[in-house]
């Protein structure tokens, strides 16, 4: 069936003022003002939907979330549970990137794959990252380069862990050959390679990046180092990183007792960076969903944990708007638009003839979720969710 969205205020990311949306099998077929005037009422062969009084947008892409659960910090008892399609669903998220995180051992990349393809199977799009935050990456296929080449789920590698007492402590020669081994796999199979990078409270922050970047022929873009808002010399750290060319991604999940220490929060966050004169198109959000949210003291030891939410990166994106001030169409960039260009995620990001139809309707006075439609279908329809997961009631 053809889906026609009419007169609703399209931002592609930028803003297009009122037009109509067309879907067909699963894409956008046309964004146009008056497409098929002669239909009034729903048909057959179209369903017609009233965009009226809504802001339509692409849907969220989340690259950071521990889809096969993660933690595990405080023993077996604290690894946390696998992501459910409604949580997306709910949070506005219709692509995600699957990574595995501080447990590289009982969360292997069998389970991370299989989870990849059953969130696909459900509705929503999945990729995912080879490795977890140890060194030598622990793989699919036993190589990198294989895993991107052949793997079609998996898209580069990650989140290898750096400036952290729970890292490998990797040398400069071996974050620059995990880069390498995923630019050259990435290259052969028309996929980014990105290389996602764990960053912890350590005063070394971005240094073993810089060093890469500086002493070798791999593009900083090779990189994208997570959780830049954790404490505020790493955000000054990484306002200057992303003005060199770098991407910088922001961390959404936290809590009250994290913000009262020197965290950042995200919408704060961006307005910050914005001030500072980072391009717009450098910064992303991501939720590190289904992630621990470990407190450690200064011992290392650890105090107490929480878990990431998926839900918070709608939550962050719609603050910068309505608490920081920040136009709608800068502030929803951090994403879709540029993850989908950190990502190289070519049909995804923006309302545009030929991508997937991958779209959030949002009601214009409060910003809240009003429908989500992943692949061209309806997952969330007027406040509801229309599609669950295969185990959920």
């Known amino acids: 069936m053809l889906k026609l969205i009419k007169n609703a205020e399209v931002y592609a990311p930028e803003p297009l003022g009122k037009k109509d949306v067309l879907i067909a099998d699963g894409r956008i077929a046309a964004v146009g003002e008056h497409i098929l005037p002669e239909l009034q009422e729903s048909s057959p062969h179209v369903e017609l939907v009233d965009g009226t009084g809504k802001k339509l947008m692409p849907g969220l892409i989340d690259s950071h979330v521990h889809i096969t659960g993660g933690g595990g910090e405080g023993s077996f008892k604290t690894r946390t549970p696998e992501l459910m399609l409604s949580d997306c669903t709910a949070g506005g998220i219709t692509t995600v990137v699957g990574v595995i995180g501080t447990d590289g051992t009982t969360r292997t990349m069998t ?12 509705g929503i799009t999945c990729y995912c990252q080879s490795g ?55 290259i052969l199979s028309g996929k980014a390679g990105v290389v996602n990078v764990h960053l912890g409270d350590s005063p070394d922050r971005l240094r073993l990046i810089e060093e890469v970047v500086d002493t070798t022929d791999i593009p900083i873009t090779q990189f994208v180092p997570t959780h830049i808002n954790r404490n505020r010399e ?46 717009d198109n450098r910064i992303t959000f991501t939720s590190d969903g289904q992630g621990s949210l470990p407190e450690f003291d200064e011992a290392g030891k650890l105090k107490g944990l929480r878990i990431g ?80 997961g295969t185990f959920e009631e």
């Open 111 to 122: 389970n991370l794959v299989a989870k990849a393809k059953a969130l696909n199977e459900e």
């Open 309 to 388: 939410r998926v839900t918070s990166l709608f939550k962050e994106v719609r603050d910068a708007v309505l608490e920081e001030g920040i136009a709608f169409e800068t502030a929803i960039k951090v994403a879709t638009s540029n993850v989908a260009d950190a990502y190289s995620l070519t049909g995804k990001g923006r309302v545009e003839a030929g991508k997937d139809a991958d779209l959030l309707l949002l009601n214009r006075d409060d910003l809240s979720i009003d429908s989500v439609m992943a692949r061209g279908k309806w997952m969330m329809k007027d406040r509801e969710i229309v599609t669950k």
């Open 132 to 186: 977890s935050y140890q060194v030598p990456v622990k793989t699919l296929t036993g190589s990198l380069e294989k895993d991107i080449i052949l793997i079609e789920e998996i898209i580069g590698a990650g989140e290898i862990a750096i400036s952290d007492h729970r890292s490998s402590q990797p040398t400069k020669e071996e974050l620059a050959r995990i880069a390498s081994d995923a630019r050259v796999g990435g």
């Open 234 to 279: 790493l955000l000054e750290a990484g306002v200057s990183f992303a003005k060199k060319g770098g991407y910088v991604d922001f961390t959404t999940s936290t809590t009250k007792e994290i913000l009262a220490g020197d965290e950042t929060k995200c919408s704060r966050g961006l307005k910050y960076m914005l001030a500072e004169g980072v391009p």
